[in-house]
Protein backbone atom coordinates (compact mmCIF):
# COMPACT_ATOMS: atom_id res chain seq x y z
CA UNK A 1 0.00 0.00 0.00
CA UNK A 2 1.20 3.33 -0.77
CA UNK A 3 0.14 6.58 0.01
CA UNK A 4 1.66 9.97 -2.03
CA UNK A 5 1.27 13.65 -1.99
CA UNK A 6 3.62 16.04 -4.19
CA UNK A 7 6.59 15.44 -1.88
CA UNK A 8 6.06 12.18 -0.04
CA UNK A 9 5.44 8.95 -0.47
CA UNK A 10 4.74 6.61 2.36
CA UNK A 11 4.97 2.97 2.50
CA UNK A 12 3.35 0.70 4.71
CA UNK A 13 3.78 -2.71 4.19
CA UNK A 14 4.70 -6.53 5.42
CA UNK A 15 8.41 -5.76 5.53
CA UNK A 16 9.80 -9.05 5.72
CA UNK A 17 8.95 -10.21 2.61
CA UNK A 18 9.97 -7.33 0.78
CA UNK A 19 13.37 -5.42 -0.56
CA UNK A 20 11.85 -2.01 -0.95
CA UNK A 21 14.95 0.54 -0.42
CA UNK A 22 16.85 -1.61 -2.88
CA UNK A 23 14.33 -1.06 -5.76
CA UNK A 24 13.04 2.93 -3.80
CA UNK A 25 16.98 4.04 -4.16
CA UNK A 26 17.58 2.34 -7.90
CA UNK A 27 14.17 4.46 -9.21
CA UNK A 28 14.87 6.92 -7.12
CA UNK A 29 18.59 7.40 -6.04
CA UNK A 30 18.05 11.33 -4.80
CA UNK A 31 15.46 10.74 -2.30
CA UNK A 32 15.68 10.97 1.54
CA UNK A 33 14.06 7.58 2.92
CA UNK A 34 12.76 7.71 6.42
CA UNK A 35 11.89 4.87 8.90
CA UNK A 36 8.68 6.05 11.09
CA UNK A 37 7.61 3.98 14.02
CA UNK A 38 4.77 4.30 16.55
CA UNK A 39 3.79 1.65 18.59
CA UNK A 40 4.77 -1.49 16.84
CA UNK A 41 4.30 -0.09 13.13
CA UNK A 42 7.03 0.43 10.55
CA UNK A 43 6.20 2.75 8.18
CA UNK A 44 8.67 3.78 5.01
CA UNK A 45 9.01 7.90 4.33
CA UNK A 46 10.59 8.86 0.92
CA UNK A 47 11.14 12.46 0.52
CA UNK A 48 11.31 13.02 -3.37
CA UNK A 49 12.25 16.76 -2.49
CA UNK A 50 15.29 16.11 -0.58
CA UNK A 51 17.72 18.94 -0.37
CA UNK A 52 14.99 21.37 -1.47
CA UNK A 53 13.68 21.94 2.06
CA UNK A 54 13.68 20.33 5.32
CA UNK A 55 11.22 16.94 5.88
CA UNK A 56 8.63 18.15 7.62
CA UNK A 57 8.35 15.32 9.66
CA UNK A 58 11.06 13.30 12.30
CA UNK A 59 12.22 9.59 11.11
CA UNK A 60 15.37 7.09 11.15
CA UNK A 61 17.36 8.11 8.19
CA UNK A 62 17.82 4.31 6.72
CA UNK A 63 20.24 3.14 3.69
CA UNK A 64 19.61 0.25 3.11
CA UNK A 65 17.36 -3.36 3.18
CA UNK A 66 19.48 -4.75 6.10
CA UNK A 67 18.90 -1.81 8.34
CA UNK A 68 15.59 -1.93 7.76
CA UNK A 69 15.64 -5.44 9.04
CA UNK A 70 16.99 -4.66 12.11
CA UNK A 71 15.30 -1.73 12.43
CA UNK A 72 12.09 -3.80 12.21
CA UNK A 73 13.44 -6.23 14.74
CA UNK A 74 13.51 -3.75 17.58
CA UNK A 75 10.14 -1.42 16.74
CA UNK A 76 8.64 -1.18 20.36
CA UNK A 77 5.53 -2.83 21.08
CA UNK B 1 -0.89 -26.31 -12.02
CA UNK B 2 2.59 -27.19 -11.77
CA UNK B 3 4.04 -23.27 -12.12
CA UNK B 4 1.25 -22.20 -9.62
CA UNK B 5 2.03 -24.85 -7.11
CA UNK B 6 5.78 -23.58 -7.36
CA UNK B 7 4.74 -19.75 -7.02
CA UNK B 8 2.73 -21.17 -3.59
CA UNK B 9 5.83 -22.70 -2.26
CA UNK B 10 7.74 -19.52 -3.00
CA UNK B 11 5.51 -17.23 -1.70
CA UNK B 12 4.49 -19.21 1.57
CA UNK B 13 8.72 -19.34 2.01
CA UNK B 14 8.62 -15.32 1.42
CA UNK B 15 5.99 -14.77 3.63
CA UNK B 16 6.39 -17.36 6.37
CA UNK B 17 10.26 -16.87 6.66
CA UNK B 18 12.93 -13.95 7.12
CA UNK B 19 13.92 -14.59 3.14
CA UNK B 20 11.75 -12.43 2.08
CA UNK B 21 14.24 -9.72 0.79
CA UNK B 22 16.43 -12.33 -1.17
CA UNK B 23 13.37 -14.13 -2.64
CA UNK B 24 11.76 -11.00 -3.66
CA UNK B 25 15.08 -10.22 -5.99
CA UNK B 26 14.18 -13.18 -8.32
CA UNK B 27 10.89 -13.55 -7.71
CA UNK B 28 8.82 -12.25 -11.00
CA UNK B 29 5.28 -12.30 -10.18
CA UNK B 30 2.99 -10.48 -8.02
CA UNK B 31 2.64 -11.41 -4.33
CA UNK B 32 -0.99 -11.79 -4.50
CA UNK B 33 -3.37 -14.33 -6.54
CA UNK B 34 -5.65 -11.19 -7.43
CA UNK B 35 -8.30 -13.31 -9.10
CA UNK B 36 -9.39 -14.76 -5.54
CA UNK B 37 -8.93 -11.32 -4.42
CA UNK B 38 -12.65 -10.37 -5.32
CA UNK B 39 -14.93 -8.17 -3.33
CA UNK B 40 -16.26 -11.36 -0.87
CA UNK B 41 -12.91 -12.21 -0.24
CA UNK B 42 -12.04 -8.35 0.76
CA UNK B 43 -15.34 -8.27 3.02
CA UNK B 44 -14.38 -11.36 4.98
CA UNK B 45 -10.69 -10.64 5.33
CA UNK B 46 -12.01 -7.07 7.03
CA UNK B 47 -14.62 -9.09 9.31
CA UNK B 48 -11.81 -10.94 10.92
CA UNK B 49 -9.82 -7.93 11.46
CA UNK B 50 -10.13 -6.61 15.42
CA UNK B 51 -9.20 -2.64 15.22
CA UNK B 52 -11.37 -0.31 14.51
CA UNK B 53 -11.44 0.44 10.48
CA UNK B 54 -13.68 3.45 10.55
CA UNK B 55 -13.61 6.77 12.52
CA UNK B 56 -17.53 7.63 11.33
CA UNK B 57 -17.66 4.44 13.88
CA UNK B 58 -16.68 6.28 16.94
CA UNK B 59 -15.87 9.66 18.43
CA UNK B 60 -12.58 10.90 17.86
CA UNK B 61 -10.44 13.21 18.69
CA UNK B 62 -6.90 14.69 17.43
CA UNK B 63 -3.99 16.00 20.39
CA UNK B 64 -0.91 17.16 18.97
CA UNK B 65 -1.29 15.07 15.96
CA UNK B 66 -1.96 11.82 18.03
CA UNK B 67 -5.42 10.28 17.35
CA UNK B 68 -7.82 9.45 19.84
CA UNK B 69 -10.51 7.26 20.02
CA UNK B 70 -13.14 6.56 22.73
CA UNK B 71 -13.83 3.01 21.39
CA UNK B 72 -12.96 -0.60 23.08
CA UNK B 73 -11.20 -1.56 19.76
CA UNK B 74 -8.16 0.97 18.76
CA UNK B 75 -6.93 1.98 15.18
CA UNK B 76 -4.30 -0.75 13.64
CA UNK B 77 -0.71 0.39 14.41
CA UNK B 78 -0.13 0.48 10.52
CA UNK B 79 -3.19 2.76 9.82
CA UNK B 80 -2.48 4.87 12.91
CA UNK B 81 1.46 5.53 11.33
CA UNK B 82 -0.55 7.12 8.26
CA UNK B 83 -3.27 8.84 9.62
CA UNK B 84 -0.86 10.38 11.67
CA UNK B 85 1.39 11.01 9.57
CA UNK B 86 -0.63 12.66 7.50
CA UNK B 87 -1.84 15.03 9.82
CA UNK B 88 2.07 15.87 10.35
CA UNK B 89 2.82 16.74 6.70
CA UNK B 90 -0.32 17.96 5.71
CA UNK B 91 -0.29 17.79 2.45
CA UNK B 92 -2.23 19.65 0.56
CA UNK B 93 -3.15 15.88 -1.48
CA UNK B 94 -3.13 12.50 -1.12
CA UNK B 95 -3.34 9.61 -3.56
CA UNK B 96 -3.69 5.78 -2.24
CA UNK B 97 -2.70 3.20 -4.52
CA UNK B 98 -4.30 -0.04 -3.81
CA UNK B 99 -7.15 1.47 -1.75
CA UNK B 100 -8.96 -1.76 -1.42
CA UNK B 101 -12.44 -0.85 0.62
CA UNK B 102 -11.56 2.87 1.10
CA UNK B 103 -11.42 2.92 4.68
CA UNK B 104 -8.17 4.93 4.96
CA UNK B 105 -9.30 7.47 2.09
CA UNK B 106 -12.64 7.96 4.49
CA UNK B 107 -10.92 8.31 7.74
CA UNK B 108 -8.44 10.68 5.60
CA UNK B 109 -11.14 12.52 4.68
CA UNK B 110 -12.48 12.81 8.28
CA UNK B 111 -9.03 13.89 9.84
CA UNK B 112 -8.35 15.76 6.84
CA UNK B 113 -11.38 17.52 5.02
CA UNK B 114 -9.24 20.06 3.05
CA UNK B 115 -7.22 17.72 1.44
CA UNK B 116 -8.01 16.47 -2.17
CA UNK B 117 -7.98 12.75 -2.03
CA UNK B 118 -8.35 9.88 -4.64
CA UNK B 119 -7.33 6.41 -4.47
CA UNK B 120 -6.64 3.92 -6.90
CA UNK B 121 -7.30 -0.21 -7.42
CA UNK B 122 -6.75 -2.51 -10.03
CA UNK B 123 -9.76 -4.66 -8.76
CA UNK B 124 -13.03 -3.62 -9.67
CA UNK B 125 -14.75 -5.58 -7.15
CA UNK B 126 -13.15 -4.12 -4.63
CA UNK B 127 -13.94 -0.39 -6.15
CA UNK B 128 -17.48 -1.41 -6.29
CA UNK B 129 -16.79 -2.57 -2.85
CA UNK B 130 -15.07 1.18 -1.60
CA UNK B 131 -18.64 3.18 -3.38
CA UNK B 132 -21.32 1.16 -1.41
CA UNK B 133 -18.64 1.24 1.99
CA UNK B 134 -17.73 4.75 1.77
CA UNK B 135 -17.98 6.73 -1.37
CA UNK B 136 -21.55 6.45 -2.55
CA UNK B 137 -21.90 9.73 -4.20
CA UNK B 138 -18.81 10.96 -4.96
CA UNK B 139 -15.49 9.79 -7.15
CA UNK B 140 -13.03 9.80 -4.71
CA UNK B 141 -12.14 6.10 -5.65
CA UNK B 142 -11.03 5.09 -9.53
CA UNK B 143 -10.66 2.14 -10.88
CA UNK B 144 -6.88 1.22 -12.82
CA UNK B 145 -5.81 -1.49 -14.78
CA UNK B 146 -2.61 -2.21 -13.92
CA UNK B 147 -1.22 -1.60 -10.07
CA UNK B 148 1.70 0.04 -9.17
CA UNK B 149 3.82 -2.27 -8.73
CA UNK B 150 6.99 -1.79 -6.05
CA UNK B 151 8.27 -5.78 -5.35
CA UNK B 152 9.10 -6.62 -9.04
CA UNK B 153 12.11 -4.73 -10.07
CA UNK B 154 12.48 -5.55 -14.16
CA UNK B 155 9.12 -4.58 -14.26
CA UNK B 156 8.82 -1.81 -12.20
CA UNK B 157 9.97 1.13 -14.00
CA UNK B 158 7.55 -0.02 -16.86
CA UNK B 159 4.45 -0.91 -14.86
CA UNK B 160 1.90 1.57 -15.59
CA UNK B 161 -1.20 2.78 -13.19
CA UNK B 162 -3.81 3.37 -15.57
CA UNK B 163 -6.56 5.10 -14.86
CA UNK B 164 -9.96 3.80 -16.71
CA UNK B 165 -12.55 6.40 -16.34
CA UNK B 166 -10.12 9.57 -17.40
CA UNK B 167 -8.60 7.19 -20.00
CA UNK B 168 -5.25 8.57 -19.47
CA UNK B 169 -1.73 6.65 -17.38
CA UNK B 170 -0.65 7.80 -13.61
CA UNK B 171 2.58 7.47 -13.88
CA UNK B 172 4.70 5.46 -12.08
CA UNK B 173 6.99 6.27 -9.29
CA UNK B 174 10.06 6.46 -11.57
CA UNK B 175 8.47 9.84 -12.91
CA UNK B 176 5.79 10.47 -10.20
CA UNK B 177 7.85 13.87 -9.11
CA UNK B 178 5.43 16.42 -9.13
CA UNK B 179 3.21 14.46 -11.41
CA UNK B 180 1.37 12.13 -9.69
CA UNK B 181 -1.59 14.45 -7.85
CA UNK B 182 -2.89 17.62 -8.60
CA UNK B 183 -1.89 19.90 -6.21
Known amino acids: MAVISRRYILLEENWWRHNYLRLIQSVLPDARVLALTNSGALGLLVDLNFGHGSCQIDGIKVSSDRDLQILLRNVPG | MLARFFQRLVNSLRYGTRLGPLIGRFQPWDDFYWPRYNKDFYRREISRVGYLDRLSETSWSIENARIIV ?104 HSARGKLVAS
Open chain 2, 70 to 173: SSKRDLHPNHRLIYETALNLRPRAITEIGCGGGDHLANLKLLLPEVYLVGFDVSADQLEFARERNFANDGVVRSCLYELRVDAHPRWKTSRTFCAEHGRDIPTL
